[in-house]
């Protein structure tokens, strides 16, 4: 493992497990070593996560300032360990980004009185949550995962970085970029560039959104964001009465995202719930209608395809049963339905009293597995481990058009 000057925080395995929250289809950039270490460029720089059973572990390397271009054009700048003029703000942004507030042991307690049937596939996908990623780049993947896999969207994320996106720096020899900003994507060649790179008819999307996203003024999609869950630096504010249909903040935000290009139902809630914090919003995509059918009896009479009445009603379903944060119980039954995580399903759990420094009881859920040792997955996806499918094409109701007489 290389020589870093980690820092940590304390987080048990309960409140958050990286291995899956960073690879059950809520963010495409993160990759995993060999070393068990997550790393990312994040807001200007290469953010490093790993984990052990009391504690969360990070570190953060930033581009070196330059006042003149590199040369030869290709070669990265060098990495230091300290942000821009000796301010680094690493550790609010890792307890921001992984929404680490909220008392999760707590909420899934919460959940499982609601729900036998969260309470009978939880413990095995403890420590679950929900990233609070940057808007622009859960719009930009979720656009990518119409008719997708994890594998491909991880790819299609990490062309766009490479070929569009800012150079931060290197880790273990290779070269890591940020996102690039919706000025870069809509310029007009971008749409033909990124159909060359594999991106079919998701390539119009894309530009065409980001298009649209300099039309509108400075701020327009994080002035959509939850109140209640705002950006990093920014004061809390009431998101108002929760209803049956979510709040009225998360129904605005869902309607002014569907006119976006390449954005439907499924992706609209996405983005509601992964980028702007809308913790009622929940996604329906083929996993999701499995499971609404499999487990909460939809599938029959009016609810026996999955038209956008249908779609409406499953999210009302989850919301009566969890409340604000039904999008966040219902992320966790769907990881439980990836086939990347299918043989926790066939797995012991063992709860383990544990004792962390500052001398309070936790409890940390193990997961061992009856035939698997403590050994390392060698793949983190499988290539047919599928996220989205073509459930965004549901089509909205239209005014009905007017006949000709004579």
Not at 57 to 62: E, G, P, Q, R, V
Not at 119 to 146: H, N, T, Y
Not at 250 to 272: E, T
Request: aromatic residues 10%.
């Amino acid at each position: 493992m290389p020589v870093f000057q980690w820092r940590k925080l304390p987080v048990s395995l309960t409140e958050l497990c990286l291995d899956t929250t960073l690879r059950c289809g809520q963010s495409f950039r993160w990759r995993k070593s060999d070393d068990d270490i997550w790393s990312c460029a994040l807001h200007g720089r290469i953010l490093l996560l790993r984990q052990d059973s009391t504690h969360l572990h990070y570190h953060a390397t930033f581009p070196q300032q330059v006042e003149a271009p590199p040369s030869p054009p290709s070669s990265a700048p060098d990495s230091i360990a300290d942000g821009p003029n000796g301010n680094d703000d690493t550790e609010a942004l890792v307890y921001h980004y992984l929404n680490l507030a909220p008392d999760l042991t707590g909420l899934y307690k919460q959940w499982s009185t609601a729900d036998a049937n969260f309470k009978k596939k939880a413990p095995k996908f403890a420590g679950v949550r929900i990233l609070r990623q940057d808007a622009w780049e859960a719009l930009v993947g979720f656009i990518c995962s119409s008719n997708n896999n994890i594998l491909r969207i991880s790819q299609m994320m990490e062309k766009l970085c490479v070929h569009y996106g800012p150079l931060i720096g290197h880790f273990e020899s290779r070269p890591y970029y940020d996102m690039p900003s919706p000025a870069i994507l809509s310029h007009p060649d971008v749409e033909a560039h990124l159909r060359q790179l594999g991106f079919g008819y998701r390539a119009k999307y894309l530009y065409q959104t980001a298009v649209l996203m300099q039309e509108h003024e400075s701020g327009w999609l994080d002035g959509l964001r939850n109140p209640e869950s705002p950006m990093l630096g920014h004061k809390v504010f009431s998101a108002g009465e929760m209803l049956l249909g979510g709040r009225e903040g998360y129904r605005s935000a869902h309607d002014q995202l569907l006119a976006l290009q390449g954005v439907g139902l499924k992706v609209a809630d996405c983005v509601c719930l992964m980028g702007l914090g809308w913790g009622e919003a929940v996604p329906v995509d083929t996993h999701v209608w499995q499971i609404a059918q499999r487990d909460y009896k939809f599938g029959k009479g009016k609810h026996r395809s999955l038209t956008k009445a249908t779609y409406d009603d499953v999210g009302n379903h989850f919301r009566s049963l969890w409340g604000k944060e039904a999008g966040w119980a219902h992320s966790v039954l769907f990881t439980a339905d990836l086939r990347a995580f299918s043989s926790r399903l066939n797995s012991k759990v063992e709860v383990v009293e544990m004792k962390k420094e500052e001398e309070e009881d936790v409890i940390e859920s193990r997961v061992k597995s009856e035939k698997i040792t403590a050994t390392k997955m060698k793949r983190e996806f499988r290539e047919d481990e599928t996220v989205a499918v073509a459930l965004d094409e549901i089509p909205l109701p239209r005014k009905a058009k007017r006949r000709r007489r004579g």
